[in-house]
């Protein structure tokens, strides 16, 4: 009997915010609000990237799978994380299900942190190879790219869920989380915890930081090449141009580095929830905002959209 308490799970329970019940009813209507902004700003984006000729350029073919993404990532996680905010006590999830939105989960990540390192690989060609520009993001490139980072999120998360879902589980095990998150899941299993903890921690790490040091490798090239330019005007306005990616990857990869690379020693189930929203909920939103207010064409081509809609008196 013990040993099919093991191997057969019917659910896992998503501790949520329950142990914070005063907090329930305020974060609910903040974390639905985002959530309402999420889905309304980076639909905008998509709008403002399909209709606005001047939009039609790599750059911002890729904001707008980034859009995609960032969709998607949001409704894999904020209507689960709604309901359970409706319950005072931990809420069922079942085998299935938690299998499910951990896999979407890590296909929209890993597929995020491919979108932006390509995104700085337009912007390094656009500046330090301007010349060989249009060969080297031609369509055919752009689209590679995007399928490229599809593929690196499902390989990624076939990995990691067959890997985790395949292990023993206690009897209704609680999950310290208000998602069905990699670590959370992990330190659940009751045996093989420590050698697969190590395996697929060491994998996200690699998934993350890879990523990152092309970035960064791509941006000390064109800072490279920005001091090498002679005018001041040129270098402030070609650094304008990267300043809004810059600033999405160092909140994407800042609180997705704290999350996973930090040590499970100095981690607390109150920060991990934190960080966790933060990354989930509120960089989803944030996205569409820093774009649309850090970047002159995107903004012009928002305010040329309402020009068309509302009439002047």
């Known amino acids: 009997m013990a040993k099919e308490n093991h191997t057969t799970l019917p659910e896992f329970f998503l501790l949520g915010f329950s142990d914070l019940r005063t907090l329930q009813g305020p974060l609910f209507w903040v974390v639905l609000l985002v959530y309402l902004v999420t889905l309304l700003g980076n639909s905008l984006i998509i709008l403002l990237t399909r209709t606005s000729p001047a939009l039609h350029s790599p ?12 969709i998607l990532y949001t409704t894999d996680i904020v209507p689960r994380t709604l309901a359970d905010l409706t319950s005072l006590h931990p809420r069922a999830i079942s085998f299935q299900s938690c299998a499910a939105q951990m896999y979407v989960f890590i296909v929209l990540g890993i597929s995020e942190c491919c979108l932006l390192t390509a995104m700085a690989y337009d912007r390094y060609a656009a500046i330090c190879r301007p010349l060989h520009y249009s060969t080297l993001m031609n369509q055919r490139a752009c689209m590679a790219m995007v ?34 998150d990699i670590l959370p899941v992990l330190r659940l299993a009751s045996a093989g915890k420590h050698s697969s903890e190590i395996s697929v921690v060491t994998a996200t790490v690699v998934f993350i930081m890879v ?9 000390a090239l064109i800072l490279g090449a920005i001091l090498a330019m002679a005018s001041t005007q040129s270098r402030s306005k070609v650094f304008s141009t990267c300043s809004s990616h810059l600033l999405v990857v160092s ?12 040590p499970q020693a100095s981690s607390s189930v109150t920060t991990d929830r934190i960080l966790s929203l933060f990354y989930t909920v509120v960089t989803p939103m944030l996205n569409p905002i820093i774009y649309t207010l850090r970047n002159k064409e995107v903004s012009g081509a928002l305010r040329h959209i309402i020009k068309k809609q509302v009439p002047s008196s």
């Open 251 to 262: 909140l994407f990869f800042g609180t997705a580095s704290i999350t996973y690379i930090r």
């Open 59 to 70: 750059m911002y073919f890729f904001l707008r799978q980034l859009s995609v993404v960032e």
């Open 147 to 180: 399928g490229t980072s599809w593929l690196m999120g499902i390989i990624t998360a076939t990995t990691h869920s067959s890997l985790i879902f395949t292990l023993p589980f206690p009897s209704h095990p609680i999950i310290p989380h208000f998602l069905c």
């Open 211 to 219: 990523p990152f040091s092309l970035i960064v490798t791509s941006y």
